[in-house]
């Protein structure tokens, strides 16, 4: 869906045909469904991404971007120089080498940086590269996602979890409404509890889907084994 069908669609749950006689501004159902797609992100690990980075020759530290805000792992891969390919171990920040020797990263630890005046996430990496090199990093993180505009941005996470950030927003909605009202506070509680189990959902089946390997079967059932 696009960010105006999201809103209309939030509107129709609520029994609502137009914005004439609305309990609620198109401005107000944004905000609670920009609220309700970042959280959705952040407690589950629905919006997974992907990015790459060069080694600096005797950097130590890498900020992160900041719609980026949970580092998975890290792969490093080189085609030219020392030609390392390997998955970085993940340490604590005082684990690192004290004496800042130089060479071909092994590890890196998570940790803060000022960037330009700003707090910014970063890691650190361990021994030192010497020599650098270019694309050379593959970031695995968690995602917060764009900031939806009506007419512009649209939605990052897929449709089973938009009718997801579309609950959620309602519960937002009725709560605002609830103060001297049964029946809206009914109704919030109601749509924060479909909210909580999307959520619960969200993040049991993205559990799955990172957990589990798979190992090609040919026609009769059995699986391939390589080496």
Partial sequence: MT??????????????????????????????????????????????????????????????????????????????????????AQCRIDELDPTMATGSPVRFALWGLNVSGSNSMAFFLDPIPNPGGTDDLRIYVRQIPQTMVSGGQGPEVVLRWQHAVVDGALAAVYRRFAEGSRESLALADRYEAKWQAHKAEAAAWMAVQQSRGHMPRDTMGYTRVYG
């Fill in 3 to 88: 960010t105006a069908e999201l809103i209309t669609y939030t509107r129709d749950k609520m029994g609502e045909d137009s914005t004439t006689a609305t309990q609620v501004s198109t401005a107000q159902i944004l905000a609670f469904l920009n609220e309700k797609q970042v959280e959705l992100c952040a407690d589950t690990d629905v919006l997974l991404t992907c990015l790459t980075a060069s080694t600096v020759t005797n950097q130590q530290e890498y900020s992160v971007p900041s719609d980026y805000f949970s580092i998975q792992a890290i792969k490093l891969y080189r085609t030219s120089g020392d030609s390392a390919k390997l998955w970085l």
